[in-house]
């Protein structure tokens, strides 16, 4: 624990627990919205497993990032996660969406 404090500049085990809070509602909540997202635009598991897996982690990328930042405002720790959001787009290859 304390390695990864260390690594992510945080002070309190505190801190470190509502960052995990965050990271496990964004992720069961952007699993939760992409099924009805995929029926919502006509996928379902009979166009192939590949296929459908696939379209279906496209929709949940989107809605984990922007859910990501939202729960880390609601949770008062917005500045940690715009930052790792930042990170995160840039090792995606998506760093020009942000001018530093």
């Known amino acids: 624990m ?7 500049g945080i002070d309190s085990n505190w801190q470190l627990i509502v960052i995990f809070i965050v990271f496990a509602i964004t992720g069961s909540t952007s699993a939760k919205l ?3 997202l995929t029926e ?8 192939g497993a590949f296929i459908y897996w ?3 982690i496209l929709i949940v990328f989107p809605i984990y990032q922007v859910l990501l930042v939202f729960f880390g405002w609601l949770f008062g720790e917005f500045h940690f996660f715009w930052t ?3 990170k995160m787009l840039k090792r995606f290859g998506l760093g ?5």
Do not use: S, Y
């Open 2 to 8: 304390k390695k990864l404090k260390e690594r992510w």
């Open 34 to 36: 992409a099924g009805p």
């Open 40 to 47: 919502a635009i006509g996928i379902t598991d009979a166009v």
């Open 54 to 56: 696939t379209i279906r």
């Open 84 to 86: 790792f959001e930042k």
């Open 96 to 100: 020009f969406l942000f001018k530093d």
